[in-house]
């Protein structure tokens, strides 16, 4: 049974992803009082596949040591509890509260907007510290946000940790919520040959012009052994969700080849392992 706490600024999308988690079967609770959570986490009936715990600024409202006390004593007991924290940026929650005429929860303190989510944000500093998902939806919508929630909390269970390799344009932005980010524009890109260009990284041709490239085949191979070494260390230190992002200029061609590649070599050693294509999704 997997035990998470959802948390995230309001405006965000936390809400929208207990509901996602709801549709699967989670008991779902949001705004419960921190002190009630290890009560809660005993009591919960086992024949649901999970149960999700909705905490916001409210719920933390003191010090950062009622958070920790909270996260030490659920780790002495016999539970282990996931936190997947979702936010996004100042200017897209500004705009998400705008657009819908929704009050913020902290202006009732008598705050400006502007003023009650940077306050929100320092009251949830806590929170974000013991994450081992954070999730970024300043560009997703809520059906993209649900698909997330259910492809990386609802992964395969055969891996504690969950790996997502994810391919990217920097045309586009880097992923802000990836835990690592490679830059693959230095190696030669197949976009230059005409022949080329219509195929993606995951065509034969392209991997074929690719894998006669000696700095391609470089560049994966230090990456591969980048990664060996140092996911293990996040696994000893209870991380169950690591985010590897690849770029190149267009998110078509080298980046998908050595995210897929990756993919491939990491799915023997961490079976939870998915992988994601930004701009081929959206294409």
């Known amino acids: 049974m997997k035990r998470i706490i959802v948390s995230g600024r309001s405006g965000s999308g936390k809400t929208v992803a207990l509901r996602a988690l709801e549709d699967q ?18 009591q919960i009936d086992s024949h649901y596949p999970g149960l999700a715990i909705g905490i916001d600024a409210r719920n933390v409202t003191h010090t950062s040591e009622e958070f920790d006390s909270l996260i030490k004593q659920i780790r002495q007991s016999k539970f282990q509890l996931d936190v997947v924290f979702i936010d996004a940026n100042d200017t897209t929650l500004l705009k998400r509260f705008s657009e819908t005429r929704r009050r913020h929860p902290l202006t009732t303190e008598g705050l400006s907007l502007s003023e009650a989510i940077q306050l929100e944000k320092e009251r949830l500093e806590p929170v974000t510290r013991y994450a081992q998902l954070v999730i970024d939806t300043t560009s997703k919508s809520p059906h993209e946000l649900c698909e997330v929630i259910v492809e990386r909390v609802l992964g395969t269970k055969s891996s504690r940790l969950s790996l997502l390799f994810e391919s990217f344009g920097f045309k586009n932005g880097a992923p802000n919520d990836a835990d690592f980010v490679f830059d693959a524009r230095c190696l030669p890109n197949p976009y230059w040959e005409e022949k080329l260009r219509p195929y993606t990284g995951k065509d034969e041709p392209i991997i074929h012009y690719l894998e ?26 209870n991380r169950n969700y690591l985010t590897i992002a690849i770029g190149c200029t267009g998110g078509q061609h080298r980046s998908v080849y050595v995210a897929e590649k990756l993919a491939k070599n990491f799915a023997s050693l961490y079976p939870d392992t998915q992988i994601r294509h930004r701009e081929l999704r959206e294409s």
Do not use: H, M
């Open 25 to 42: 079967g989670f008991y779902c609770v949001d705004n419960i009082p921190i002190k009630l959570i290890p009560a809660l986490l005993d």
């Open 212 to 237: 006669s490239q000696p700095t391609a085949q470089e560049f994966y191979w230090q990456l591969k052994v980048f990664l060996q070494t140092w996911i293990p260390r996040f696994e000893e230190d």
